[in-house]
C-alpha cells in the first residue's frame, strides 16, 4: 500500500507529524492490506493566515483494487483533529465497502482480483 502525504506550503506541519499521519494510516488500514492499492492524504488551510472555526481540512482518498476510488474530507479548527476526523471516516467507509462486497457465506470479493 503506497502512501503519499500532501500538504499545502502556508500549513504549519513538522515532518514528525507527516511521518506519523503516515504511520497511524497504516497502522488503521493494515487489515485492508490486500485491498487498497493507494491512498493520498491532502493537509490543507482553507483560510491560510488567518484563524477560524473548521479552516484546517484533511481529504484522504483510497484506490481499491478493482473499485473506484473512495474519498473522504473532515474539517476542524486543529490539523490533528482534521486528521482523525478523515481517518475514522475513511475506515468506517472501507470496512463498509467491503462488507457489502462479502457474499454470505463468507467469500471474500477480493480474493479473485489478482495481487
Avoid at 481540512?57 to 473506484?68: F, H, K, P, T, Y
Avoid at 473512495?70 to 490539523?79: C, E, F, G
Avoid at 478523515?86 to 470496512?95: H, Q
Wanted: include cysteine.
Amino acid at each position: 500500500m503506497l502512501i503519499q502525504v500532501n500538504t499545502v506550503k502556508n500549513l504549519e506541519t513538522t515532518p514528525t507529524f507527516l511521518a506519523q499521519v503516515e504511520q497511524d494510516l497504516r497502522n488503521a488500514l493494515e487489515r485492508f492490506g490486500n485491498y487498497i492499492t493507494r491512498v493520498e492524504v491532502h493537509l490543507h488551510d482553507a483560510n491560510a493566515d488567518k484563524a477560524g472555526p473548521s479552516d484546517k481540512q484533511c481529504v484522504l482518498e483510497a484506490r481499491l483494487s478493482g473499485r473506484d476510488p473512495v474519498a473522504v474530507s473532515h474539517a476542524s479548527d486543529r490539523i490533528e483533529a482534521a486528521w482523525t476526523g478523515a481517518r475514522d471516516k475513511l475506515v468506517r467507509l472501507i470496512t463498509r465497502q467491503v462488507e457489502k462486497q462479502r457474499h454470505p457465506k463468507g467469500h471474500d470479493p477480493f480474493d479473485a482480483l489478482p495481487a
